[in-house]
């Protein structure tokens, strides 16, 4: 039987990182070592010895490590992932993704391909759940904006709130613009009135 | 944004000389000439190598070698690059630890940062640390295919020293280099401002010598395109060029340099202390703590035939990485080199005609390429 690949994941967010972790592990690979922080990374990746090493495009210190791979004895050397220019569609599905990776020249493109794309797959799936956490929390914040909105035209107005919530659709359509909108304008207004 | 403007995406790392991008994109330069320019902060140059590549970026800020070096075929995803403007001049320095310094100014190193000088004393400060055995000293670079990494070499070599043998040189992120001095895990770094400012504000470092010291008025960073977009984009490309042109004679006015200051320090952009960011841009520049001294032209920004390249630039780093051992010399290296780094394609983009084209470079110990 084939040894299984030894693969370290460079990544300063723990949360992405145990989620490429766990991916890697489903997919039967028992040997990933994961690494938060580039303190002595040298040594750590002469000690691990990784075939295939993932990293976060965010992480600063991209330079620093492909400098290494290039100059240092100690390590074998890894290069990047995508030297075959036919692998164009795999490039730009890791660069759109956040991540890269690099392999000890000389392993075979099939052992290493799934690797890959386990951790663009991974990469994406964490990048879409942020997404949501954003969104949930504009939405939470156009909610209240709205809420705002309503308040003032309820005091300015003698309006009920249901009443200020149809003044504020109906402003809306006759401006072609959507409710959060014309709620944002009327808090800004209000605001500078204020002062 | 006016649908009527043409969007031009670039990728740049946050440094004192993307003020020209950042101009062009806040100032109005770029919509004057029909472009919407959006600017996309970047971590490393390996992310803009990697991003223009794969066409996320139609330009970037980059590293005057990093078009040469992906046009060569030295780096990964490599393609063919063009550099058809300079985005500023000079803007680097050499700090080193203030423990390093203290060893060279016992040596009798010139306090204004004299590149002969203060090279012989590092010379004199080796010499006698190899006599005790004592461990190489650790200098710091962006990346290898870099200004900086070239000026130490040549700084180094000057004083009769070898860098691959007399010190170590790695690799670290500029924005981490006045800490890697302080905790000792480098001795000294060439980097661009305002990381040499930062060092000698935290009280870690002293500025030993400067770019505009070591090769007067040389380019530092360049617009890199690919030479396939500029194929696909000229009129882009050249009313490109035109808002950067404008942008970069509003950047060196010294009327500007506050407001250029605040633009620079925005959490969007360097995200760095306004008096951190100012000593570069007004050339009053804080070489140690007790040692101020006026350099005009430490950073330059400026429109028109002077933020041309000229194959001599291109030629003088493909020699210094011909001399380090990172490319061949061939004739259709020099060649492409010259392609690269031709003024032709901003000069008719501004319409500039009888610009000299012999740019002469004369370094500080008198060679000349």
């Known amino acids: ?195 | 944004m006016d649908k009527s403007l043409t969007p031009v995406i670039a990728g740049f790392i946050p440094l004192l000389d993307s003020a020209v991008l950042v101009a062009a994109a806040e100032m109005g330069f770029a919509e004057e000439e029909g472009i919407a320019l959006k600017l996309v902060r970047e971590t490393s140059w390996a992310n803009i190598r990697d991003r223009i590549a794969v066409g996320h970026f139609d330009v970037a800020h980059m590293l005057a070698p990093m078009p040469i070096a992906a046009s060569l075929n030295l780096t990964s995803l490599a393609v063919p690059m063009l550099a058809p403007m300079l985005l500023g001049l000079g803007g680097n320095a050499i700090t080193v630890s203030t423990g390093l310094w203290a060893d060279m100014a016992a040596a009798g190193a010139d306090t204004g940062g004299d590149p002969a000088s203060t090279g012989k004393a590092l010379a004199d400060v080796i010499s006698n640390r190899r006599a005790k055995a004592a461990p190489l000293l650790n200098f710091g670079v962006v990346h290898p295919f870099s200004g900086h990494a070239y000026e130490l070499r040549y700084w180094i070599a000057a004083a009769g020293l070898d860098p691959d043998s007399d010190v170590e040189i790695t690799v670290l992120a500029p924005q981490i280099m006045a800490d890697a001095l302080a905790t000792g895990q480098l001795d000294g770094y060439c980097v661009g401002e305002p990381w040499n400012t930062a060092a000698v504000a935290a009280g870690t470092g002293r500025i030993a010598t400067y770019k505009q010291a070591i090769w007067p008025d040389s380019p530092e960073k360049v617009l890199g395109v690919t030479r396939k977009w500029a194929e696909a984009n000229p009129q882009t490309l050249a009313a490109l060029l035109r808002a950067l042109s404008g942008a970069a004679y509003w950047c060196a006015s010294a009327e500007n340099v506050e407001k250029l200051a605040g633009l620079l320090s925005r959490a969007d952009t360097l995200a760095c202390p306004i008096e951190i960011c100012l000593p570069a841009l007004e050339g009053s520049m804080r070489l140690g703590r007790n040692t101020m001294k006026q350099v005009p032209d430490f950073l330059t920004f400026s429109g028109g035939a002077q933020m041309a390249p000229m194959p001599a630039h291109g030629k003088w780093f493909h020699e210094q990485m011909v001399r380090w051992g990172q490319a061949e010399r061939s004739e259709d290296a020099t060649a492409e080199v010259a392609r690269i780094f031709s003024p032709d394609i901003y000069l008719s983009a501004l319409g500039l005609e009888n610009v000299p084209r012999d740019a002469s470079i004369r370094m500080f110990d008198g060679r000349n390429f």
């Open chain 1, 1 to 195: 039987m084939i040894r299984g690949l030894s693969i370290l994941v460079i990544d300063d967010n723990k949360i992405r990182a145990s989620i490429i972790e766990q991916g890697l592990r489903d997919a039967g690979h028992d040997r990933v070592i994961l690494v938060h922080q580039m303190d002595g990374l040298v040594r750590q990746i002469a000690d691990i010895n990784p075939d295939v090493i993932v990293i976060d495009l965010e992480n600063p210190n991209r330079d620093q490590l492909e400098h290494m791979f290039q100059v240092s004895r100690a390590v074998r050397r890894p290069i990047a992932m995508f030297v075959d220019k036919s692998d164009s569609h795999s490039i730009e599905a890791a660069v759109d993704a956040g991540v890269s990776a690099y392999v000890v020249d000389g392993l075979k493109r099939e052992r290493v391909k799934p690797i890959l794309d386990m951790a663009i797959s991974r990469f994406r799936v964490f990048s879409k759940l942020n997404e949501e956490l954003e969104e949930a929390r504009s939405e939470l914040a156009d909610r209240k904006t709205i809420d705002r909105a309503k308040g003032i035209l309820m005091k300015s107005k003698g309006l009920s709130e249901q009443e200020a919530y149809d003044l504020l659709r109906r402003s809306a359509m006759n401006q072609s613009r959507k409710i959060i909108e014309v709620a944002r304008s009327l808090v800004i207004a209000s605001g500078l009135l204020e002062d």
